[in-house]
């Protein structure tokens, strides 16, 4: 379901009035889409999980921001992109969407909901490879609802570069899939966010904050170098303590 931003104004006029709970409601019809874009954007369940959880449980946070609704989702986006952004994936073509999924292995399933669902799982495949300055525009434009200017002032870019970032996504998407309409902007908006777990557990939360102080790209081979280093480290001191056993050895028997 695409994002309400007119149910977002009604609740952001009741947190003006003095309905602070209107601002914790606000929050959490925020919350899927923040999920959806940082999963899309990082292909990193537990980073996804653990800040998008971050604006709900710090409502304090926000309750500053009171000139609009545009400042303070902006500066939501704003706070959430700095610490994620440094994380974005080159390519998350291959996240499975569960209830798409499900769909598609339902042999109950009409032919038609099989055909959407498929229709679906390509369109979140081809934007999952979209390259990511492309992918981002289309995700916080579209989905979102962030202007051009405010997605240039969340990046750094121009919004003549965005401009540009967008329109390349848009043509990625028309080649890999012919049959995506000439103005899809319908389609993408439509496309089912990717669910929140129903329960983040604390090995979760652990987890991703571990995840969350490495950067995405070349993670893997940081890990690896950092594990030959420790297994180094081990591996001398053990020769050391080896070698010292041994001359005390030949130490005692010369006595």
Known sequence: MPLDIARQQDLFNAFLNGEDSALIR????????????????????????LMSERIC??????SGYRDSLTQLRFEIYRDIRSR?????????????HPTLDAILK???ASRQKKASAFAYSRLNAATGACHIPGREAILLHIRSKLTFSEIGKL????????????AEGLRYL??????????????????????????????????????????????????FRLSVFFWLISTTLLALLILISIRYYRFFLTQ
């Open 26 to 49: 606000l929050l959490e019809s925020e919350k899927p889409f923040l999920f959806d874009y940082i999963f899309r954007m990082s292909g990193d369940l537990n980073l996804a999980c």
């Open 57 to 62: 449980q710090n409502p304090d946070l926000w």
């Open 106 to 108: 339902n042999t109950s």
């Open 155 to 166: 990046s750094g870019d121009s919004r003549d570069q965005v401009e540009k970032n967008y």
């Open 174 to 223: 028309k080649e890999h899939i012919p049959n995506l309409p000439k103005n899809p902007r319908q389609v993408i908006s439509a496309m089912e966010v990717y669910p929140l777990p129903e329960k983040v557990t604390s090995e979760t939360t652990e987890l991703g904050r571990l995840i969350a102080g490495l950067h995405k790209r070349g993670q893997t081979t940081k890990v």
């Open 84 to 96: 994620c952004a440094e994380q974005w994936y080159d390519n998350v073509s291959e996240l499975v």
